[in-house]
């Protein structure tokens, strides 16, 4: 993805939860800003971060050309209770 791409969805206002997929099959959720940082040359996510804590039980780094897709989570939630109804 486009570096201002990227920047565009992990600053935007209000907050939305989203998944990051990479090209190599990993994929990461942020449930809350705090999870996902925008660097220079791509994205520092933190895992098994609960919110309102500073700590963080691993760290991943990449690319932007690393990464093939950014979707929301919160529409994903809304089309699952949608079908269970």
Do not use: C, W
């Amino acid at each position: 993805m486009l570096k201002k791409d990227v920047k565009a969805l992990i600053t935007r206002e209000p907050f939305v939860p989203y998944r990051i997929y990479l090209q190599d099959g990993r994929l990461f959720d942020v449930p809350f800003r705090e999870v996902a940082h925008f660097l220079s040359f791509g994205v520092l996510v933190f895992i098994g971060m609960k919110q309102g804590s500073r700590r963080a039980e691993n760290y991943d780094r990449f690319a932007f050309e690393n990464i093939s897709r950014i979707e929301d989570t919160s529409s994903m939630r809304s089309a699952r209770r949608k079908k269970a109804s």
